[in-house]
């Protein structure tokens, strides 16, 4: 498993000649880490007199954020599995008219698979970058550029997924799925580059003073 590899192990998996692991379950690590940072900032804010106010909060959102770190990592792996998966379809035979609709059939349910681990990421980090939001003028601001760390790399982790989404759509014939996905992801895109460049704007101006 590749969550299970050390940090200089996974980058050189990456840096290798095989195409996987690669954009999207890079994209998972960083959609992951950014809001293992959250959940950092909310821990460094528990419990301390001056946002007692908070700590409700903080408690909550660190609780979350552990969640969602969990799943996204665990995206890692799925992406790189859903790749696996188109990949595998290459190898099965093409030799007969029945064996090329079999392989026809195959490419098109691996794609669909391919298409929608990413916009699950993508759902992920959305909800990710509204928690990380909730912590923003309310946490430790000594781990203010944590906070906003933390958005940058959620908001590229959902970006990164978009992409991925997009090239897997590009060869499923389903017109139904295409449209879904593809509207839902422009939205899911839309709505994550929004709140990541609001946070990071917020953190800036405030570490500007």
């Not at 599995?81 to 195959?106: C, H, I, M, Q, W």
């Not at 939001?133 to 760390?149: I, P, Q, Y």
């Amino acid at each position: 498993m590749l969550t299970g590899l050390k940090v200089s192990e996974f980058i050189n998996r990456v840096a290798s000649d095989s195409p996987a692991p690669g954009g999207g379950s890079v994209a998972a690590v960083t959609a992951a880490q950014g809001i293992a940072l959250t959940r950092m900032v909310a821990l460094l804010t528990v419990g301390k007199k001056k946002y007692a106010q908070y700590d409700a909060l903080m408690g909550e959102i660190s609780a979350k954020a552990e969640v969602l770190a969990n799943k996204l990592t665990a995206y890692v792996d799925k992406d790189t599995e859903a790749y696996n998966g188109v990949s595998a379809v290459f190898a099965l035979p093409k030799n007969t008219d029945e064996e090329k609709k079999a392989r026809s059939a195959a490419m098109q349910t691996a794609l669909k698979a391919a298409a929608a681990v990413p916009f699950e990421v993508m759902e992920l980090c959305v909800e990710a970058l509204k928690l990380t939001e909730e912590a923003v003028g309310k946490s430790n601001t000594n781990a203010a550029s944590d906070l906003g760390v933390a958005a940058l790399n959620i908001g590229a982790g959902a970006m990164g997924a978009w992409l991925n989404v997009k090239i897997n759509l590009a060869g499923i014939k389903d017109a139904d799925f295409t449209a879904r996905y593809g509207q839902q992801g422009a939205t899911l895109d839309k709505e994550a580059q929004a709140i990541s460049a609001r946070i990071y704007e917020q953190i800036l101006t405030s570490l500007e003073g």
